[in-house]
Each structure stands twice: as structure tokens, then as C-alpha cells.
């Protein structure tokens, strides 16, 4: 049983730390995006050094009192709030933000845990290169959280996820020690994988101080259209036909439904739609493309076969940066409005691309026996990973449904399909339960094995991930 | 402490499995390419079935006996052999060799763990797809330890080591659970990420019975060229150059230094050399490039810009299909060349990329402090992985030279520059000193935890990895 982080451990870890680095947490620490949970912590700790935090960890883990790793606070699952049990110490990394090296020729860099996901980005274009990791939260998420959930966003389909670009990590275990691997090595079989296992387990085995990222050269030109397609199939049959003529340069495939657009008309019309009359499906296609092409041949090209092949009714392609940016809002939108319209349950999933129509096709009948609801089905269809998020029937009022019932109806679903009921945004404390109730016995319990191995007193975020 | 496979123990294992299935081991089971060790092994099992895998671990659990998963044999790092202590179990995959599904359309196959990797690169090319995954060995190899020593090869510097291609794996562990991962999902934030965990452990934590993997689309054309360079350091500015000229369509960019030349003209003389003289250094390119490009125009296109720019003195760019098996025959026979000549010590390292030209230079200047020798030092330096092999000087024996003192010097420079010691070869038993002498000290703590978590009697592949 852990302790809480009282007033004469917060006087503890003052002693410990210089001046201003543990302090009573103001109420943005308490807070997580979607409002689900309130946290409780003792005590705020704002470390500046590895050893710093090591000195924290040790006296947390003599008095054991629970630990919750702190980045920009953006999680979408409720990984870094506590609210319940004993008070834990907040140990936010934002004072280690430091980006420290950069190195063009090697397309890496090594930074801080507590750097936003945007000064990485920042500083990769500095250097002219691309860190490609991209999410709406760039600007506050820190890359020792985009790291510690495995961050996906909307460059996976070419780049691959926070995992993917991630060459080493610097961790803080629960008993104080550092794992000490922030080589930028391509390359490095010289035991187990223990970066990974760090990677997208939200800080419940330990916590990242820093890392070594990966970065690619910046595509010369990116070429953007929106097209029209009949139905997901036809998205799915149109994307296999772009990477067989462009492979490794589709940078983004996204799927947007009618029901997108209502939304925007209806709470943020200034967004507008490109097209006469707002297309049943459309897909947000977008290509990075090398100097050596031209890019807009290449894109009409590929509009011109994917039309001679049936696969797109309708379609518009940038002209201009404003236009590229005009399609773009109009994806980056979508969840604004629907926050605006306000959902029963939202679905962070992800399906064996094949399964995708199929899945869509039987969530939908699913739900409609349980009762009218609009579905708001959108997201990074390159990677199968789909926001199916389900609305009320226009004029009705999201007290009146079963939520619980509804996520159970798309989960169970998923489940049954092999898919994933967390996709990017992991599992945190709101899809504990889900893990327990969908996730292989044999990788729980090899996963409780590990988690009593590096922190056998449970004191690294008590309650995220397993209970 | 672990008992011996023996006799008595060869019929329990028996009466558990089908016919045929536990017999005495062949040498070929017992025997490593290098031909550094011996193995011993009381029983062979043939498993079929994870049921049977499960089956054969859960009586070594109960009788305390060791087993060494066996896959194609190939493996360069003794971890497939296990030359002191009680024999163990081996346990080969070979009866478990289908490869169960391709989906085309989701660029992914299944594959049980005893498929060849020349078999799993077919059934992708039997889907108009490409397996890009490629050793010296794949016709041997078997997928299962491909996996556990998350090889390398050819392609990586493009498309990622075995780790990179892998989407799940199914796994028994010490206790004869199962891990069933064998989804298919680009995107899966469901716990901790034991499929690499797996991947890299050599065996020492689980058997890898199944896997499903990654295809990539092929590219339509593969234009290739052998490019003389002034020194490693241009090699590195022409890669540069390449990967920003044409992103991601870089499949090969491997460094070949003269001594290979030299071995090859007096050990392979029908291999042949492209150039009059054989130049110091130089790379093997080759591009992999989509049918909207005009292949030969694109190579001939970065001649000129690395000629205007002074990275490259000469080069030829394979004008047909066998011209290009030429130059790739060079690259390849260059290892079997150095097995002929006889060397005092080889080093599969790693570097970070921009320190690549140094460690070259420093790795020369002080081996030749320790009496006169040839270097031949080749390989995947867009991975920053080279194969730095030391030779005897001309006419002298390679008994007359401290093998070990040799290594020492290489490992110590390449550990002191932020390297690896292994960068594709694993650790098997070769390296286990290696690991202790320089891996990360909270690294092997927390590997020993973890592997005292999953195999508490320590049955897994006894002394690979870890002591």
C-alpha cells in the first residue's frame, strides 16, 4: 500500500531539490482535456537533471509514495491524473526541455524529455530536416509523453509512430537507477529492447529524461487533394493504387464522412467544403514528394488513373499553399466539432486495413439496434485507425443513451475483429478495464510479471495501464 | 541449477508428442557456421503445433531442463549452441514452417516461425509484394530466428531490421503461456510492448513460434551503381546528397574498401572488378525507384550533381540486369573472400553515422600499434554498420597475432565513440563479456529483471545474452 505525498514529504523532497523545485501543484496539473477526471497530488516536483530526478524517485520509493510522470498534461486517457487513492508526487520533466544536439548529416537529435513535440519540430527545420511526428497538441505535448504513449498523429502512415522515431531513451527506473541509452545508432543488438518497453508504457515502468529522435529529409514539395470516393472499400482500393505508384511518398490518407461535414456546417461553418454538395466519403490525400518530380503531374496523374479506374468521383487538388491549408482545417476541424455537437462515445480503434469496410458497415447496423444516433466515423485511414466517435439523432440529448452500452457495442466489435480498442491514444486509467477485458491473458500476465519486476512497490504512476 | 536432457527425459518428452517428434540430435543440430563451438543437446523435439511447443516447455519447466530453440543454424554468435553445462532440449521450429496468409491489400503476411526467409520473400513476391528483409543465409534462415536476433542484412538502411517488418508475434514463455500477438495492426496502443521484448532476445525469454510481418510495394525498377569515392567521409556526403535527391528510394549504399578488391582478385578472381584499378573506396548504390520515374535518368541525374559537387572520381551505373548482379557478386563475395584469406579477429559494429570517418581513421592508427595488419572494413555504412574484419599481413599466419587483443582495441574505440559492439549479430555467448564490459549498468540490471521475471528457473536459451 503506498503513502501519501504529505506535507513532511513534500518538506522531504524541498531538502533534497534547490530552491522552487517542489512546490503545492496549481489546478492545471489536476486536469486532463476531456474533463473525465480531477487529480489529487501533494506535491508538485519541477526537476532540472537526471540526477534530480533520481533523487525524487529514490525518496519516493523509501516512503513509498506513487509517482505520476507529468509532460504537457494532453493524454487523451487519463495517464497522467491520479484521482484517486493516495496523494502521489506530480513530477513534471517541463524544466528539462532542452534541445541539446542536432545532426544534420545524421538526421538525428537528442533532447530533453520536458521539449514540446513543436521545438523538436522546430528544431529539426532549423537543421532543414523534418522531425514528421505530428499531432494537434503539438504545441504542449512534451516528447517525454508523446514517447511514454507511443504518440501516433497524422505522419504515421509514412513515418511510423513516436516509437518508430525514436533511436534511444534515457530512463529513470523505480529504484532510482538510470537506463542510460541515448546512442543514435541505426543499428544495436546488444541485449533486450528495453527502449520499447519504456515506449508506450505511460510511465508505469519508468520515466523518460530524455531521448535520441530520428529525422527525415523535408520532402521539396507536398501536394494535396481532397477526392471524392464511393465508399471506404473504394478509399482503401484508391490508397493500394497511390503507394504501388508513389510508394514511401503517400504522407497522408485520411478519411472523412458526410456527417464531417454536417458537423462543421452546422457549429463552425467559416470551415466550409469544397465541394457543391458534401460528399457520403471522401479521403484527405496527401503527397511529399523529392525535387526530382514534378509534383503536380504526378498528382494528376494518379488522379487521372484512380478516375479511369472508378475509384474517385469528385476531387480537388491545391493550388496554392491557402488552398492546401484550407483542406487541411477542414480535417483538423472535425474534432472541434464534434466536440461542439457533443458525443455519446468516442472510439480511438484500429482494424486490420482489409476489415475496415466491413467493420464500418457492421458498427453501423450494430448501433442502429440500439437506438437513432449519428456516427461520426473519420481518421488516419492509411493506418486502419479510425475515430469512430457516435453522436445523438439530431435534436436528442447524449443523457439519453447508454454510453457505456455503446462503447461496449463498438469494443466488442473491434475486439472480434482483431482490431485494437486503443490505437494512439493508449490505455492510461480510462481503457484499464477494456485491457483487462480484451487484452491476450498470456501478455497480461507477462506484462504484470514485468511491472513487478521494475517496480515492485507500484509507485510509477499507480493505476495507468494495469490496476 | 538446471538438469540434463538425458535419456529417462527423452521419453517423458516423447510420450507427450507424436511419433517421430524427440529424437537424438544430428550434428548438424550441434554445429555453428563459425565453428567456435560445439553444441550438446540430449534431445531434439520437432514440434508442430504451439499446443506441442507449449507441451515439450511445460516438462522442462517442471523437470528443470534448458532448451535452445533452433531455427536455421545460422546465426554467427554461438546463440544457437549450447557447448557446456546439462544438455539441453533443442527445440527446432522446422515442422512449423507454412506461411498461413497474405493480404495483398494490407501489405502483410502470417507466417509460422520455421518458414524459411527465402520462403516468406516468395510468398510476398507471389503477391506482386516484396519481403525486403535480406541475408547472406535467407535460404536457411528460419523467420522464427530471424526475429529473435532481429537481423539485419541488406535492406535496412530502407525499410527497417527484422524489428522494423515485424506487426505481432506469438510467443511460448518459461511457464508454457502463450503470447497470442499475432495481429495485424499498423497502430495498437494496448500495453506494454512485449513483441519487442521478443524480437532482439535471442530465445532467452520465449520461443517465437509465429509471426505476421510487413510487405512493402516492389519498386517497378532497380538501377545500380558502383561509385568510387576520395574516403568514408565522402561516402557519407554522397549519401547525403542521395537521400535528399530521392527520400526513402535508397535500398542499398554499402562502403567497399580496396583490401576487399584485394582479396577478391587473389581468393575469387572470376568476381572481377568494374575499374582498371581498384579504387580505395567505394560504394555500391542502388535505388529502388516507382514507374513514374525514368530510373536511368534519376542515377545519371545524381552522378552529375555528386561529380559537380567532387563526391564521386569515377563510377560505373549497371546498364542491364546481369551488370548488376555483377556489382552485387563483388559486394557479396567479399565476406566468403575474407573467410579464405583467414581473419585475426571480425567486428560487426555500429557507429554513430557522422563518426564513421573517424573511427576509421582511429580504429587503423591503433591496430597498427599492434604489428603490421591488413583491415578490411565493409558493409552497410548507410546504416552506420560496418563489418571492420582484421587480417594478417601478407605471407604472415593469423596464429601470430592477440586475437583478443585485437577485438579489446576495436571494441574499446567503438564503445569509447558512442557505437555498438554488436550491431546485427546479437549476443548469443560470443558477445556475453562483451555485454557486461560495456553495456549500460541499469540496463543490464533491468534485463536481468526482466528475464528473472519471465524465466525464473532460467530455462531459456541458458547462457545466451545473460550470464
Not at 511526428?133 to 498523429?153: D, F
Not at 484508391?238 to 472523412?256: D, K, Y
Not at 458497415?361 to 493506418?383: K, P, S, T, Y
Not at 491473458?441 to 510479471?449: E, I, N, T, Y
Request: aromatic share 4%; with cysteine.
Amino acid at each position: 500500500m503506498l503513502n501519501p505525498a504529505d506535507a513532511a514529504f513534500a518538506a522531504t523532497l524541498a531538502a533534497l531539490l534547490p530552491g522552487g523545485a517542489v512546490r503545492a501543484p496549481e489546478p492545471r496539473y489536476l486536469e486532463e482535456p476531456r474533463g473525465r477526471w480531477r487529480g489529487q497530488g501533494g506535491v508538485l516536483v519541477l526537476p532540472r537533471s537526471v540526477a534530480e530526478v533520481q533523487a525524487v524517485v529514490r525518496a519516493c520509493a523509501e516512503a513509498r509514495v506513487g509517482i505520476v510522470p507529468w509532460g504537457g498534461g494532453t493524454g487523451l486517457v487519463g495517464g497522467q491524473v491520479l484521482p484517486d487513492g493516495p496523494a502521489p508526487v506530480i513530477l513534471s520533466l517541463e524544466r528539462m526541455a532542452a534541445v541539446r544536439h542536432v545532426w544534420p548529416g545524421e538526421n538525428a537529435l537528442e533532447v530533453e524529455a520536458g521539449a514540446t513535440l513543436a521545438a523538436v519540430q522546430e528544431a529539426a527545420a532549423g537543421a532543414g530536416r523534418l522531425f514528421p511526428l505530428s499531432l494537434a497538441s503539438e504545441g504542449t505535448a512534451r516528447i517525454g509523453g508523446v514517447l511514454a504513449t507511443n504518440a501516433g498523429g497524422i505522419g504515421v502512415l509514412r513515418y511510423g509512430n513516436a516509437r518508430d522515431l525514436c533511436l534511444g531513451v534515457e530512463a529513470v527506473l523505480a529504484d532510482g537507477s538510470v537506463i542510460g541509452g541515448l546512442k543514435r545508432l541505426r543499428k544495436d543488438n546488444t541485449g533486450y529492447d528495453l527502449r520499447n518497453l519504456l515506449i508506450g508504457a505511460e510511465g508505469s515502468l519508468g520515466i523518460i529524461t530524455a531521448a535520441t529522435l530520428r529525422m527525415v529529409p523535408r520532402p521539396a514539395v507536398n501536394v494535396t487533394a481532397m477526392l471524392v470516393v464511393e465508399s471506404p472499400a473504394a478509399a482503401l482500393r484508391l490508397l493500394t493504387m497511390c503507394q504501388g505508384r508513389v510508394p514511401g511518398m503517400v504522407s497522408a490518407f485520411e478519411l472523412i464522412k458526410r456527417t464531417g461535414f454536417e458537423f462543421l456546417a452546422a457549429k463552425m461553418p467559416e470551415v466550409g467544403c469544397p465541394f457543391p454538395v458534401a460528399p457520403d466519403w471522401c479521403v484527405l490525400l496527401e503527397l511529399g514528394l523529392p525535387s526530382v518530380f514534378d509534383a503536380e503531374e504526378v498528382m494528376a496523374g494518379l488522379y487521372a488513373e484512380a478516375d479511369e479506374a472508378g475509384l474517385v468521383q469528385d476531387g480537388v487538388i491545391a493550388a496554392s499553399e491557402a488552398q492546401r491549408q484550407g483542406l487541411w482545417r477542414i480535417r483538423e476541424s472535425i474534432p472541434e466539432a464534434n466536440r461542439l455537437v457533443g458525443a455519446v462515445s468516442s472510439h480511438d480503434i484500429s482494424l486490420p486495413l482489409s476489415a475496415v469496410p466491413e467493420f464500418i458497415a457492421r458498427a453501423d447496423a450494430a448501433l442502429a439496434g440500439m437506438g437513432a444516433v449519428r456516427v461520426n466515423c473519420f481518421g488516419h485511414l492509411g493506418d486502419g485507425n479510425l475515430h469512430y466517435n457516435v453522436f445523438p439523432a439530431e435534436g436528442r440529448d447524449k443523457a439519453g443513451y447508454d454510453a457505456a452500452a455503446v462503447m461496449a457495442c463498438v469494443h466488442d466489435l473491434v475486439d472480434a475483429m482483431g482490431g485494437s480498442v486503443s490505437a494512439e491514444h493508449g490505455v492510461g486509467r480510462l481503457k484499464v478495464g477494456d485491457l483487462e477485458r480484451y487484452g491476450d491473458a498470456g501478455k497480461l500476465a507477462a506484462m504484470r510479471a514485468v511491472k513487478a519486476a521494475l517496480d515492485p512497490l507500484g509507485i510509477m504512476n499507480p493505476g495507468a495501464v494495469l490496476r
